[in-house]
């Protein structure tokens, strides 16, 4: 398992770093003639965007504080409780930080956003604009599948999960080149627009048939224990939310809620997708939190009621 992870974090790799390639390659967005951007780019200067990063830069403060708590309950029951203790107030909790995906936080949400506000819009340097997003949803849809994968469900496997990520790797690839309409060919574009839907049809339809596979599972699976439930709950979270984010980020990629005053690499656009991926970050890992600190203490969790709501309908 762990050398399957290891290889496709390497394709992935592979993947994001593919989305600078038409800057590498020497592209740009600006206009040969005038050596200056389209004005829809200079728009991301507005308060609207910049707002919209400082709100997803601030919305992480609450998971600092999950952190800083987790981080010091860790230090706290190394050094200062006995072996008895440890094992009998902590057991449940031994393997919180394989669900809480703290690093993917910061990597995938506060350091390009600090690198959009405090060197893409300041330079103005718009090239990279593309391809730092298309990276970032790159190994933002890697990262949640291989949480999923982690937690050991015999529904979210590699073999089950490997055709959506790639799928939506391949769709974001496109998507970056996409966005560089100024300068690619018009056989490329009309390519572009027959390969993209492809993709993103495929990673969606591989998608639903394994939320449905998984549904079923929580409807027709015995008695649980602890460990295995709490597992199926988290689970439950991370499957939710990552549709969420999927669903929410090509919706205004393909639907324009402002057709008129609207491209992909537009100030409205950008806005919805920075507080749709930070909400989606937030909310996931502040929720996962919850629920393994109410399972440490043997508290009914909320989702134990929709899990078995899900076998037993009314």
Known sequence: RYLMESILYLVFLVGAFINFLPQILGFSLKDPSSNQYPIFLYELSSLQY???????????????????METYSTWFKRYMLSESDISTKSANRSNINNYLPFQEVVFLLVLPDLVFLCWV?????????????GARDTLFIFSFLAYLIRLGNRIWTWPSTVVIAVS???ANIFAT??????????????????????FVSLGFFSLIITLLRWIWHLKTCNALDKSEEL?????????????????GDWLIFFVPVVPNEWSNLGVN??????????????MTTLILNRFTRIDATGTKLFMRYISHEIRTPL
Do not use: W
């Open 121 to 133: 819009i300041p330079q103005e340097e718009y090239d990279f604009m593309a391809g730092l997003i």
């Open 269 to 282: 656009y950008l806005t919805l997708y920075t507080y749709l991926m930070a909400g989606c970050i937030l």
């Open 168 to 170: 939506f790797m391949i």
């Open 231 to 247: 597992r199926n709950n988290l689970c439950s979270v991370y499957a939710l939310f990552y549709t969420l984010f999927i669903m």
């Open 50 to 68: 910049q707002g919209a990063i400082i709100a997803s830069i601030a919305s992480t403060v609450p998971i600092l504080i999950e952190f800083v």
């Open 177 to 198: 080149i996409e966005s560089q309409v100024l300068v690619i060919r018009d056989d490329i574009k009309f390519a572009i627009s027959v390969l993209l839907p492809f």
